[in-house]
C-alpha cells in the first residue's frame, strides 16, 4: 500500500505533530477530535486505504449507561446500577476504577460528539441489556442507535469512507422490521440514492468530517510498525517507514487480533472460525506496546458471535463471516450439534450464546457441539427468508434441504433418528410456550426478539412442522478481539508493574476491553470503547490533565 495524506496543509511538516493516532475507527477518530479541538496538531495513521475500521462497517449502537438520551424520555438508570450490572457481567476482568470512568464520563462523551461532531443518538427504549437476570441491568434505554448523517457533506473524503454494503436503515427499524422480506427495500433505496448512512457509518463519518474540520491530518494506507521513545516517554510512531514525531503522545486505537491466526491459536478460550471485520486487526498496537513492557489483559476473550460462512463473501480478498441474528432467533428455528441434540438458549445474546461452541468432550478431546446446524421448516422461510435466501428460490451451496427431517438429517451426517426426537420435543415446548430444556424465551431480551405474529404462547417459539426443511452450518465467530492492553481509568497504557508507560494511551479492542469477559448490552463494544478514547483525547490534549504522580501520591 502506498501512504496517502488528506488534510495536510501546503508547506505543512508531514512527520511533526504534537498527537499521534493510530487507526481511524470511531475510538481513534473521537480522540483524534477531542485533542485537536484543544489546540493539538494531530495526525491519524490507518492501516487500510479507507477510514474508519471495524466500526464503520458495525451496527453502530453505543451502550452508554445513564446516559441523556433515555433520561429525556422518563427511562430510570443510576450509575450504582450500572455498576452492579457491569461488574458482574465483566467476570472481574476490569478494573473498578476503570468501570466508575466508563459510568461517569460516558453521558459526557455523548453531549460532547452532539456539540462538536453533530453525531447524535436515538434512545432504543425498549431494547433490554443482554443480561436481563443480573442485577442492576435496565429493560431499555442504555442502547443508542446513531441518527442518519448525509455523506454528501463529507466531499472528497466521502470516497475514503468504508462502505456498508447493506442499504442505510437503524438498527431499531430493523428490530420493528423484524426480517429483510418485511424491509420497505424503496424506501432504503432512495436514503441511499440521497447520499444517507446509517449504523455505524453514521458514527464514523461526522466524527471523519469533524476531525477534518478541526485540522487532523488523515493518513491511509499506512500501516504502524514500531513505537518512538526519547528518554522513556512515548514520542512518535513509525508507519510505513515514515518517522512520526508526536511530541505529547500517542493514541493506540487499531483493533484487536481476530486477523491473526498465530495470536489467535495462542490466546483465545475457543476457536474463532469466522470473522467480520475488515482484515486489518493483525494486534499491531498490542505487539507494538508489548515491545515497550505494556501489560496484558482479557486475552482469551472476544466479541463472539454465532456466524455462517457464505463463500464469496469477501472484504479485500478475505473470506467473511456473516453474523446470525434474527435467522436464529426467530420462531421456529434451532440449533443442533454433531449428536442432533440442541445444546443452547437460540434466543440469548451472541456472546454468550457462542461460549457453547467452546464446550469440550472429555473423551473424545474435541469440541463437543461441532460442526452445528441452524434448522428451520418451510413456514420459517416462507415468513422470513434466511440471509440472502428467498422461499422460492434456488437452494445456495451453504444451505441443505430436504423434505423431511429425516431426510435433512441424513444430509448432514446425524444419528438416525436424533433430529427428529429434537424437533419432535422442541415442538411440544413451542405449542406449550415453555422451553424446559434451555428455557429459550424466558426473559425479556429473549422475547425483544420474537415474533407475536405467529400466534404460539410465547414469541420466541414455534414449532418446525412443514417440509421442506432446511439447515445452515453455523461456527463460533467474533466481531473481534477484546483483550490487550491494560490502561487505568485516564486511558493511559500500564506496564507490567502496573505503572502508567509515559506518552502512551490505548482505547478500543486494542486494549483489555472495559466490557471484560462479557458484553452488556447492544453497543457494548462502541460505548465503553469510544468513553475511554474521549478520556485519552482530554489527556492529550492536556485540557483535563492530571499528573500520574499527583495521581499516585
Same mark, same amino acid.
Request: hydrophobic share 40%.
Given at each position: 500500500?502506498?501512504? +496517502?495524506?488528506?488534510?495536510?496543509?501546503?508547506?505543512?511538516?508531514?512527520?511533526?505533530?504534537?498527537?499521534? !493516532?493510530?487507526?481511524?475507527?470511531?475510538?481513534?477518530? @473521537?480522540?483524534?477530535? &477531542?485533542?485537536?479541538?484543544?489546540?493539538?496538531?494531530?495526525?491519524?495513521?490507518?492501516?487500510?486505504? @479507507?477510514? *474508519?475500521?471495524?466500526?464503520?462497517?458495525? *451496527?453502530?449502537?453505543?451502550?452508554?449507561?445513564?446516559?441523556?438520551?433515555?433520561?429525556?424520555?422518563?427511562?430510570?438508570?443510576?450509575?450504582?446500577?450500572?455498576?452492579?450490572?457491569?461488574?458482574?457481567?465483566?467476570?472481574?476482568?476490569?478494573?473498578?476504577?476503570?468501570?466508575?470512568? !466508563?459510568?461517569?464520563?460516558?453521558?459526557?462523551?455523548?453531549?460532547?460528539? %452532539?456539540?462538536?461532531?453533530?453525531?447524535?443518538?436515538?434512545?432504543?427504549?425498549?431494547?433490554?441489556?443482554?443480561?436481563?437476570?443480573?442485577?442492576?441491568? &435496565?429493560?431499555?434505554?442504555?442502547?443508542?442507535?446513531?441518527? #442518519?448523517?448525509?455523506?454528501?457533506?463529507?466531499?472528497?473524503?466521502?470516497?475514503?469512507?468504508?462502505?456498508?454494503?447493506?442499504?442505510?436503515?437503524?438498527?431499531?427499524?430493523?428490530?420493528?422490521? $423484524?426480517?429483510?422480506?418485511?424491509?420497505?427495500?424503496?424506501?432504503?433505496?432512495?436514503?441511499?440514492?440521497?447520499?444517507?448512512?446509517?449504523?455505524?457509518?453514521? !458514527?464514523?463519518?461526522?466524527?471523519?468530517?469533524?476531525?477534518?474540520?478541526?485540522?487532523?491530518?488523515?493518513?491511509?494506507?499506512?500501516?504502524?510498525?514500531?513505537?518512538?521513545?526519547?528518554?522513556?516517554?512515548?514520542?512518535?510512531? $513509525?508507519?510505513?517507514?515514515?518517522? $512520526?514525531?508526536?511530541?505529547?503522545?500517542?493514541?493506540?486505537?487499531? *483493533?484487536? #487480533?481476530?486477523?491473526?491466526?498465530?495470536?489467535? =491459536?495462542?490466546?483465545?478460550?475457543?476457536?474463532?472460525?469466522?470473522?467480520?471485520?475488515?482484515?486489518?486487526?493483525?494486534?499491531?498496537?498490542?505487539?507494538?506496546?508489548?515491545?515497550?513492557?505494556?501489560?496484558?489483559?482479557?486475552?482469551?476473550?472476544?466479541?463472539?458471535?454465532?456466524? =455462517?460462512?457464505?463463500?464469496?463473501?469477501?472484504?479485500?480478498?478475505?473470506?467473511?463471516?456473516? @453474523?446470525?441474528?434474527?435467522?436464529?432467533?426467530?420462531?421456529?428455528?434451532?440449533?443442533?450439534?454433531?449428536?442432533?441434540? +440442541?445444546?443452547?438458549?437460540?434466543?440469548?445474546?451472541?456472546?454468550?450464546?457462542?461460549?457453547?461452541?467452546?464446550?469440550?468432550?472429555?473423551?473424545?478431546?474435541?469440541?463437543?457441539?461441532?460442526?452445528?446446524?441452524?434448522? $428451520?421448516?418451510?413456514?420459517?422461510?416462507?415468513?422470513?427468508?434466511?440471509?440472502?435466501?428467498?422461499?422460492?428460490?434456488?437452494?445456495?451451496?451453504?444451505?441443505?434441504?430436504?423434505?423431511?427431517?429425516?431426510?435433512?438429517?441424513?444430509?448432514?451426517?446425524?444419528?438416525?433418528?436424533?433430529?427428529?426426537?429434537?424437533?419432535?420435543?422442541?415442538?411440544?415446548?413451542?405449542? %406449550?410456550?415453555?422451553?424446559?430444556?434451555?428455557?429459550?424465551?424466558?426473559?425479556?431480551?429473549?422475547?425483544?426478539?420474537?415474533?407475536?405474529?405467529?400466534?404460539?404462547?410465547?414469541?420466541?417459539?414455534?414449532?418446525?412442522?412443514?417440509?421442506?426443511?432446511?439447515?445452515?452450518? !453455523?461456527?463460533?465467530?467474533?466481531?473481534?478481539?477484546? *483483550?490487550?492492553?491494560?490502561?487505568?481509568?485516564?486511558?493511559?497504557?500500564?506496564?507490567?508493574?502496573?505503572?502508567?508507560?509515559?506518552? @502512551?494511551?490505548?482505547?478500543?479492542?486494542?486494549? %483489555?476491553?472495559?466490557?471484560?469477559?462479557?458484553?452488556?448490552?447492544?453497543?457494548?463494544?462502541?460505548?465503553?470503547?469510544?468513553?475511554?478514547? #474521549?478520556?485519552?483525547?482530554?489527556?492529550?490534549?492536556?485540557?483535563?490533565?492530571?499528573?500520574?504522580?499527583?495521581? +499516585?501520591?
Amino acid at each position: 500500500m502506498t501512504a +496517502r495524506y488528506w488534510n495536510l496543509p501546503d508547506g505543512a511538516d508531514p512527520t511533526a505533530f504534537d498527537v499521534a !493516532v493510530v487507526g481511524s475507527g470511531a475510538a481513534g477518530l @473521537l480522540g483524534a477530535l &477531542v485533542a485537536a479541538r484543544a489546540g493539538r496538531r494531530v495526525i491519524v495513521v490507518e492501516k487500510a486505504d @479507507l477510514f *474508519g475500521g471495524t466500526s464503520a462497517i458495525s *451496527g453502530g449502537t453505543l451502550w452508554v449507561a445513564n446516559n441523556p438520551y433515555m433520561r429525556a424520555r422518563g427511562l430510570e438508570d443510576s450509575p450504582e446500577a450500572a455498576l452492579r450490572y457491569l461488574s458482574e457481567i465483566t467476570r472481574g476482568h476490569t478494573a473498578q476504577s476503570v468501570l466508575r470512568a !466508563v459510568i461517569e464520563e460516558g453521558p459526557t462523551m455523548l453531549d460532547w460528539v %452532539a456539540e462538536n461532531a453533530g453525531l447524535t443518538f436515538t434512545s432504543v427504549d425498549d431494547y433490554p441489556d443482554y443480561r436481563p437476570d443480573v442485577d442492576g441491568s &435496565v429493560p431499555g434505554g442504555r442502547s443508542l442507535d446513531p441518527s #442518519f448523517f448525509d455523506s454528501t457533506t463529507l466531499g472528497p473524503l466521502r470516497d475514503a469512507l468504508r462502505p456498508d454494503r447493506r442499504m442505510p436503515f437503524t438498527m431499531q427499524e430493523y428490530e420493528q422490521w $423484524v426480517a429483510f422480506t418485511r424491509f420497505p427495500w424503496n424506501l432504503l433505496q432512495e436514503r441511499f440514492d440521497a447520499g444517507l448512512v446509517s449504523r455505524g457509518n453514521a !458514527v464514523v463519518a461526522p466524527l471523519l468530517k469533524a476531525a477534518a474540520d478541526a485540522g487532523v491530518v488523515l493518513v491511509s494506507g499506512a500501516g504502524a510498525e514500531r513505537l518512538v521513545t526519547t528518554e522513556g516517554r512515548v514520542t512518535g510512531v $513509525v508507519a510505513e517507514g515514515i518517522t $512520526v514525531t508526536a511530541t505529547t503522545g500517542v493514541l493506540l486505537a487499531c *483493533g484487536g #487480533f481476530e486477523w491473526n491466526d498465530e495470536m489467535t =491459536s495462542q490466546f483465545l478460550a475457543g476457536p474463532l472460525m469466522a470473522k467480520c471485520s475488515p482484515p486489518y486487526n493483525t494486534g499491531d498496537g498490542i505487539r507494538m506496546a508489548q515491545r515497550l513492557g505494556a501489560k496484558l489483559g482479557n486475552m482469551r476473550e472476544a466479541f463472539w458471535a454465532p456466524m =455462517s460462512v457464505i463463500p464469496g463473501d469477501l472484504s479485500e480478498g478475505r473470506q467473511l463471516g456473516t @453474523l446470525l441474528r434474527f435467522e436464529r432467533q426467530g420462531p421456529g428455528s434451532i440449533i443442533v450439534d454433531k449428536h442432533g441434540r +440442541r445444546f443452547v438458549n437460540e434466543s440469548q445474546n451472541y456472546n454468550d450464546m457462542t461460549r457453547a461452541f467452546h464446550a469440550v468432550d472429555p473423551v473424545h478431546h474435541d469440541f463437543a457441539h461441532m460442526p452445528a446446524h441452524i434448522i $428451520v421448516d418451510d413456514e420459517y422461510m416462507s415468513q422470513y427468508g434466511y440471509l440472502t435466501y428467498r422461499s422460492g428460490d434456488d437452494v445456495p451451496e451453504w444451505m441443505m434441504r430436504d423434505d423431511t427431517v429425516e431426510g435433512l438429517a441424513a444430509q448432514i451426517g446425524l444419528p438416525a433418528g436424533a433430529l427428529t426426537a429434537t424437533v419432535e420435543r422442541f415442538n411440544a415446548f413451542a405449542r %406449550a410456550g415453555v422451553d424446559e430444556d434451555f428455557d429459550r424465551g424466558g426473559n425479556d431480551y429473549d422475547q425483544y426478539w420474537g415474533d407475536g405474529d405467529r400466534g404460539y404462547p410465547n414469541r420466541s417459539l414455534a414449532p418446525l412442522t412443514r417440509g421442506p426443511y432446511y439447515a445452515v452450518r !453455523v461456527v463460533p465467530g467474533a466481531f473481534g478481539t477484546n *483483550g490487550g492492553i491494560v490502561t487505568d481509568e485516564t486511558a493511559a497504557a500500564l506496564d507490567v508493574d502496573g505503572v502508567p508507560i509515559p506518552g @502512551l494511551y490505548a482505547a478500543g479492542n486494542t486494549t %483489555a476491553h472495559p466490557s471484560g469477559a462479557g458484553y452488556p448490552g447492544a453497543g457494548g463494544t462502541l460505548g465503553p470503547g469510544l468513553t475511554m478514547a #474521549f478520556i485519552a483525547g482530554r489527556e492529550l490534549a492536556g485540557s483535563h490533565h492530571k499528573t500520574k504522580e499527583a495521581t +499516585r501520591s
